[in-house]
């Protein structure tokens, strides 16, 4: 599976931006697919949202902002961020892991596959 992010840029705070994932080589079906943010200073990554065969799953923290969402026909995975926060700054990562070989699409650990990510900065 190969993934290409785009969307990532500047935004002030309380504003809002989408970025788009487009996935190659493998159906939505067959895989599970979501949204990971490293943030300034850290070498972790922490899934913000993803979807799978169990459906949408978000992290705490982005419930009720963030938004995921695809266009099946185009095989691309969206985020819409609204109301972003400081905290939101980072890079964000699309990742993907074969449906069914995993234990959370939310882990980082468990996706086997990652995009080369796009830059978020939320300043005020």
């Known amino acids: 599976v190969q993934l290409l992010e785009s969307g990532g840029r500047s935004v002030k705070v309380g504003g809002s931006l989408r970025l788009s994932c487009t996935a190659s080589g493998r159906n939505f079906d067959d895989i599970a697919i979501g949204w990971f943010r490293q943030s300034p200073g850290s070498d972790d990554r922490e899934g913000i949202g993803?979807?799978?065969?169990?459906?949408?799953e978000y992290r705490e923290s982005v419930k009720g902002r963030f938004i995921i969402s695809t266009d099946d026909a185009q095989k691309t995975l969206f985020l819409q961020m609204n109301r972003l926060q400081p905290e939101d700054t980072g890079v964000y990562y699309c990742a993907a892991v074969p449906e069914g070989d995993y234990n959370s699409c939310l882990q980082p650990y468990d996706m086997d596959y990652w995009g080369q990510g796009t830059q978020v900065t939320v300043s005020s």
């Open positions: 993803c979807l799978s065969t169990s459906g949408y």
